[in-house]
């Protein structure tokens, strides 16, 4: 069955096996390969988008059980916290292979967007779930502590 969910301010209709994951209809369906595959189960954030300003792990999501939902992924986001984000990062150069950053970056920005300014605890609660494997976490850290003096 067909289903409508609004990707980056734009209708999408899906015909997508039932129960394929968003991630799949995202990087297969719509060619939207800014959102990556880790790890397939939740665990590491590589996949991350919104869904109605949420950050979620699109892995984990089937496509059908979002009908009239609100995605923003990577190529979408914009705002003064998503700007203040990528200015932040390629600042202080954070990555390193670049996998994992997609998804790191959308965390960071649901995080400013949610609180403009967060404690250490903040910064750490907020993005625990996000893995790398380049183990880029201190210059993570430090992008979001300037991406936030910035706003
Ligand atoms: S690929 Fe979705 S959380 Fe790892
Ligand atoms: S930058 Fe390489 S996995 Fe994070």
């Known amino acids: 069955m067909a289903v409508t969910i609004n990707i980056n301010g734009k209708d999408e209709t899906i015909d997508a096996a039932p129960g394929t994951p968003l991630l799949w209809v995202l990087r297969d369906h719509l060619q939207m390969t800014g959102t990556k595959f880790g790890c397939g189960v939740a665990q590491c954030g590589a996949c991350t988008v919104h869904l109605d300003g949420e950050p979620v792990r699109s892995c984990s999501i089937p496509h059908d059980a979002l009908d009239g939902g609100k995605v923003t992924t990577i190529e979408g986001k914009e705002g003064k916290a998503a700007k203040a984000i990528r ?65």
């Not at 994992?100 to 779930?129: F, R």
Request: charged share 15%; aromatic share 4%.
């Open 87 to 151: 200015d932040a990062w390629v600042n202080l150069n954070v990555p390193q292979c670049g996998y994992c950053q997609s998804g790191q970056i959308m965390s960071a920005v649901a995080l400013l967007e949610a609180n403009p300014k967060p404690s250490d605890q903040d910064i750490d609660d907020a993005m625990s779930g996000n893995l790398c494997r380049c183990a880029t976490y201190m210059s993570i850290r430090r992008a979001i502590k300037q991406a936030a003096a910035s706003l």
